[in-house]
């Protein structure tokens, strides 16, 4: 186990108060949720954790860019909506609905129903939020972490996995992916994941998993986190990343490269080739339907296709630009009434640099798999 890992007490206790002028964002504190004791010393050193944690690459300087992308958990539309958005279904007790969400995986159609959050806002206010961007950057990079050595945990007999941190090492992982975030964007957000709730439905109707994203937070208080910004916390992971971790779905990918994306569907679309173009290959393009991507996306919601196809070929280009993808090109589309435009079937090539890590993550997934056989687990 981890030197210096907080007790259970010593996560909640408070400081003195110190004199000075305090703004109202100084004084949200991280909220406390679910089973907060911390994982033991086993969960460290599991075999399924050092597969997750070891990466096929040559230097410390590419190892730093790799993470793992999550089987089904990465293709939910659990982030997809914005601020903007967000703010016109706000009421004016500041309350929010239950967001409901369709999408296809693996040619079956799942439902997600999510339930914001209600955090203590700067001006004395509750609010709900439902989790969006900002959060999946503070998800992508808490996982990240975990994917250092004595940073994340997999316990099995208790099938949880999670991540021990600091405010100051998720908020200089963040800075350093392009990312930056005060302390209290940073708590807001962490309070948003641990306080929302998702339930994910099978094709049938049927629930397949309900709890929060992050279904257990220990943390301390936000006046304690200016007099130590080194204070660990420990955070559970959903079920979902558990149960890849288990059965060894995750897959490596350039999460520095996606990070680098400004954009949201830049990034989802990263993560998504990342875990299904797994024949990468400049003569074989990746073909999908514009159709495709704002259904399981949900960040193409426009009225007018027109902007839906600028938005998706703006990320295109963002792909472009950071050397994912070399080209896209329009296969065919369908039109309406008034020639209007109904759908568009693209043809994306890849760069050469993804070529390469998708190439390298198929080894890894391949060379992780027959480790385990040879392990007879």
Known sequence: MPKNLPTQKETSRTPPEKPGKSSKKSMVLLKEKGDINLPSSNAFKSDQLDLFQTFLCNTHDEKDKLSNTIELWDSLPKFAISQQAMNGLRTKEGF???????FVYRHK???????????????????????????????????????????????????KSGVVFSLHLLRTELKKRGHSRSYYEIVKSLNILSGSHIEILLPDGKGFAKT??????????????KDDPTAKWVAHFHPLVTQSIDSLSFRQFNYHQMMSHSTQLARWIHKKLSHNYTNASYTVPYQIWLST?????????????????????DALAELINNHALTAFSKLEDIRGEKNKILDIKYSLSPHPEFVKDVKAANKRQKDSKDKTEQQGQ
């Open 109 to 159: 159609e799942y439902k997600i129903r999510v339930t914001p959050a209600i955090i203590d806002s700067e001006d004395d206010i509750d609010k709900a939020y439902y989790p969006s961007a900002n959060e999946e950057l503070v998800e992508d990079a808490l996982r990240k972490i975990a994917s250092e050595q004595q940073r994340g945990f997999f316990d099995k007999p208790e099938f």
């Open 212 to 225: 929060n994203y992050l279904p257990s937070l220990a943390a301390v208080s936000k006046e304690q986190i």
């Open 96 to 102: 929010l609905p239950r967001l409901e969400k369709t």
């Open 293 to 313: 991507i704002r259904r399981d996306s949900g960040l193409l919601e426009y009225k007018r296709t027109n902007d839906a196809v600028r938005k998706f070929e």
